[in-house]
């Protein structure tokens, strides 16, 4: 499948999800799985940093649209964009890529695609939280928030990523 589709198909279940079903499937009432997230995370290695800020903020802002929240998820989808390619080279700066490889866990193994994950996903969820509350009062019960948000979004993430597991590019 050509890679624009792929992704424009992945972009527009991953909002779906998100709005309709995920949105409103919170435990305990504040942690909600935040998979929108994964669209950002699956984009190819080659893309340009300009095109992976745009859709950061692109992916962000419809999110913000239908939750009524008013840029919130607009500015943490554009840092965790932003961050992205900085956290693949700590990571992975050795390995090898090609254009249109994507990460999952068949390129980057369960452990280095757990490690990308999870410090991405916090990056997003510490920045959604804090902007939301504006305020470090009560850091530890935020901290806590972001903590278990990112582990059950991250959860979520690899489900899905194992339900859907992409073909291993051979270059």
């Given at each position: 499948?050509?890679?624009?589709?792929?992704?424009?198909?992945?972009?527009?279940?991953?909002?779906?999800?998100?709005?309709?079903?995920?949105?409103?499937f919170?435990?305990?009432?504040?942690?909600?799985?935040?998979?929108?997230?994964?669209?950002?995370?699956?984009?190819?290695?080659?893309?340009?940093?300009?095109?992976?800020?745009?859709?950061?903020?692109?992916?962000?802002?419809?999110?913000d649209?239908?939750?009524?929240?008013?840029?919130?998820?607009?500015?943490?989808t554009?840092?965790?964009?932003?961050?992205?390619?900085?956290?693949?080279?700590?990571f992975?700066?050795?390995?090898?890529?090609?254009?249109?490889?994507q990460?999952?866990?068949?390129k980057?193994?369960?452990?280095?695609?757990l490690?990308?994950?999870?410090?991405?996903?916090?990056?997003?969820?510490?920045?959604?939280i804090?902007?939301?509350?504006?305020?470090?009062?009560?850091?530890?019960?935020?901290?806590?928030?972001?903590?278990?948000?990112?582990?059950?979004?991250?959860?979520?993430?690899?489900?899905?990523?194992?339900?859907?597991?992409?073909?291993?590019?051979?270059?």
């Open positions: 499948m050509n890679i624009y589709l792929k992704n424009g198909f992945r972009f527009v279940v991953l909002l779906l999800l998100q709005i309709f079903v995920f949105d409103g919170s435990l305990y009432g504040f942690l909600i799985p935040y998979v929108y997230v994964a669209f950002i995370l699956f984009l190819p290695f080659g893309i340009s940093k300009s095109r992976l800020l745009l859709l950061g903020f692109f992916t962000g802002i419809i999110i649209i239908f939750g009524n929240t008013l840029g919130l998820h607009a500015a943490a554009t840092l965790l964009a932003f961050a992205r390619p900085g956290i693949i080279n700590f992975f700066g050795k390995m090898e890529f090609h254009e249109n490889e990460p999952g866990i068949a980057l193994k369960f452990q280095g695609f490690k990308y994950s999870v410090l991405l996903v916090f990056l997003h969820h510490f920045a959604l804090f902007l939301e509350v504006f305020s470090f009062r009560d850091i530890v019960a935020r901290l806590e928030q972001v903590v278990l948000n990112t582990v059950y979004t991250v959860f979520v993430i690899f489900i899905i990523a194992l339900l859907f597991p992409g073909k291993r590019n051979r270059y």
